[in-house]
């Protein structure tokens, strides 16, 4: 019972404060040319309405952000927010194991807005914040099992120490990852004033796209913050749907509130399982 009340109880913490047999079992991607025509063919579809999008049963996606392991003296949100390697190359073994795959933001976005197909059990993965070793530690253990994860980017912190670098940012991307856009430094988006919009969505997608050499068209709000008024200002940059955390999605604009859970360091495999079903009503 206490354990029960454990879990639970790190649940709500989680949701209200803030805010993947050895696989090298060889799996064919999905080739560029065929990914191409589902999405022309869901996109030959009418878009849905607000109502419809929110009906629509909801894909776990999960959160991640520092992939290591604790230090003596960490504090309580350093232990919430870290996974350890060896947590996280069970986590995705068992994700496997299930029968879980995952797919990619485009994927999402033509399942939500034109009722395209999705895999029977599909999960996303994303990463937050730039960490480097999301991509030395996470993405190896990712590609085990052909897992592709998006990769929300803080532009000020490419190249610099412990995070990740351009060369790095292009190895995921060309290898079928999705780079995406996080701010310039992570200020709340519901705080933002004047040139904020421009400096925190416009660059950040640029220096992306220069990056990457495709477009980013997928935003995460840091912290999962978002209020009503960053809704016309992500459109108008040209970001197609945007990721919160557990706050509820808006009822008029559901794809610029997406839902994503954090992973917390403290649970087991079984209960980020558990955390998976009980979010996102997978029952």
């Known amino acids: 019972m206490k354990s029960n009340?454990?879990?639970?109880?790190?649940?709500?913490i989680i949701l209200t404060a803030c805010h993947s047999a050895n696989s090298e079992t060889k799996k064919t991607p999905i080739a560029k040319n065929t990914e191409k025509a589902e999405s022309s063919?869901?996109?030959?579809?009418?878009?849905?309405?607000?109502a419809?999008?929110?009906?629509?049963?909801?894909?776990?996606?999960?959160?991640?952000?520092?992939?290591?392991?604790l230090k003596p003296g960490d504090g309580p949100m350093t232990k919430t927010y870290s996974v350890s390697p060896a947590h996280f190359a069970e986590q995705m073994k068992a994700l496997k194991d299930n029968g879980y795959e995952t797919i990619l933001p485009l994927q999402l976005y033509n399942y939500l807005l034109y009722g395209g197909s999705l895999p029977a059990k599909?999960?996303?993965?994303s990463f937050d914040d730039t960490d480097e070793e999301q991509?030395?530690?996470?993405?190896?253990?990712?590609?085990k099992y052909g897992f592709k994860g998006i990769f929300f980017i803080m532009t000020v912190s490419i190249n610099r120490p412990h995070y990740m670098t351009k060369e790095q940012l292009k190895t995921l991307s060309d290898d079928g990852n999705a780079v995406e856009a996080h701010t310039w430094d992570h200020h709340m988006v519901t705080k933002y004033q004047g040139e904020d919009w421009e400096k925190q969505l416009v660059q950040p997608k640029k220096k992306i796209e220069e990056i990457t050499g495709k477009s980013a068209d997928y935003f995460a709000y840091?912290?999962?913050?978002?209020?009503?008024?960053?809704?016309p200002e992500l459109k108008k940059a040209g970001y197609k749907m945007a990721f919160s955390l557990a706050s509820k999605r808006d009822s008029t604009q559901p794809l610029y509130t997406v839902r994503r859970m954090i992973v917390a360091g403290q649970w087991s495999t079984p209960?980020?399982?558990?955390?998976m079903k009980e979010t996102f009503h997978l029952d």
Request: with cysteine.
């Open 135 to 143: 991509f030395s530690v996470a993405y190896p253990e990712m590609k």
């Open 5 to 12: 009340f454990a879990f639970v109880t790190l649940c709500a």
């Open 41 to 50: 063919a869901a996109q030959n579809k009418p878009a849905a309405d607000a």
């Open 271 to 275: 209960s980020v399982l558990k955390a």
């Open 122 to 125: 599909p999960v996303i993965l």
């Open 222 to 231: 840091p912290f999962g913050l978002w209020n009503k008024a960053a809704f």
């Open 52 to 69: 419809t999008i929110l009906a629509r049963k909801q894909v776990p996606i999960l959160c991640y952000h520092h992939i290591k392991d």
